[in-house]
């Protein structure tokens, strides 16, 4: 709302909360999600994951429901042996196809629930028998384990860089970035965060084998030193997952080699609770295509400047040459408004029991012209001001009114504004003492200033 205001808008919070509640309602409405029974095909166990080692498989039909949620049928469907992740860990859920007799179906999602891995098809098949293909989608799955894999390394270039207070206290794996929260009390240095990546990239270029222990003793995962995930529940038996140094306790899907994430570029560090930070990253297709792109805004800005020896110290001298532009321009804008203010009530004019001062004043911005109108306003208790100026292709009207006088006036400030924006194609408003509006329709500028005066002070 403040910020509106500055710019000679007002906030209409009633018409908000109205529609923001339908919103609501509608989000409710669309979240509900009605579940038919199981259609049970096969009793026998299902559900056995085999996409550590094969992206393909030849399974079997064991059971399958339909599903209404935001007004579209889904179908859920269980198979004997399946390929697909399911969401777990921060790693999202595969995508893919089953292939039934009747055709081709995407799997748009894969989670797990009650020890089963539950495949969302978008289409609900004809299932003319219980025989299925499943097949991942290897583009999707191979930038997931880039990412995973890298949050890894990342967590152990986190414990070596900050101390070993760091642990992850949560994650995201997608296709196109990874997100990774851990405990720190302070934000991290540019410096720092410089010194991670580099430290994760040098394990990237180092080529280092997955090391991979399935089912094994946690005790003995422990002593291995492997590090727990934060709220992970864990059986007697676990996954361990080895980079090098790096040793974790994960059920999710990795790289066979570091080489293959490619390289990892952070692009943003923040704090998400009280003594918990965020990193977020990309790697793979992703970090190869930041790179490309940020060499071809180089090549542009080299381009700009043909004859720059060193283009940072080039870039550099001119934002240095632009601030002090800046400065003089705004010392000669406060020096020019100094005497635009003295001219201004010089040429004032006693009204009733107010001091009226209105004017065209030429180029200004703005922010400079309620500026203005608001010290003009401040530093008397009679005065009503009512001023406008030109911007480039924009034109503004602002009305201030001293305090103390609001009372005797037929009108406010902020409804002046509202019955004059309109002679400059604009609209606006404020508080009762001061308000403002902008506009593009430069020749009705004058007929503005007087609708606004007639309405303060009545035709």
Known sequence: MLIAEEHGFSVDIESFEANLKKQKDRS??????DFEDWNIISNEPNS?????????????LMKFRRVK???KELVQVVLDKTPFYPEGGGQLGDRGLLSFD???YQVIDTKKENDEIIHFLNEVPEFESSNVHARV???WRSDIIKNHSATHLLHFALREELGTHVEQKGSMVAPEKLRFDFSHFEKISEEQIMRI????NEMIDSSIDLEEYRNIPISEAKDMGAMALFGEKYGDEVRAIKFGDSIELCGGTHVSNTSVIDGLALISESSVASGVRRLEAVTGRAYNKMVEDRLERLKQIEALFPKAKDIVETVARLKQENALLKKEIEVKESSLLKFTKKELISEGISLNDCYLIQKHVGEMSAGSLKGLVQQLIIEADDRVVILGARDGEKVSIAVGISKPILETLASDANQAIKSAAGEISGGGGGQNFLAMAGGTKKEGLNRALQIAYETLFGS
């Open 28 to 33: 409710r409405d669309a979240s509900k999600a």
């Open 48 to 60: 056995v994951f085999i996409g550590y080692d094969q992206l393909e498989s030849n399974s079997r």
């Open 69 to 71: 949620a935001k007004g």
């Open 102 to 104: 009747s055709g081709d």
């Open 137 to 139: 989608n290897k583009g």
């Open 197 to 200: 990546q580099s430290r994760v």
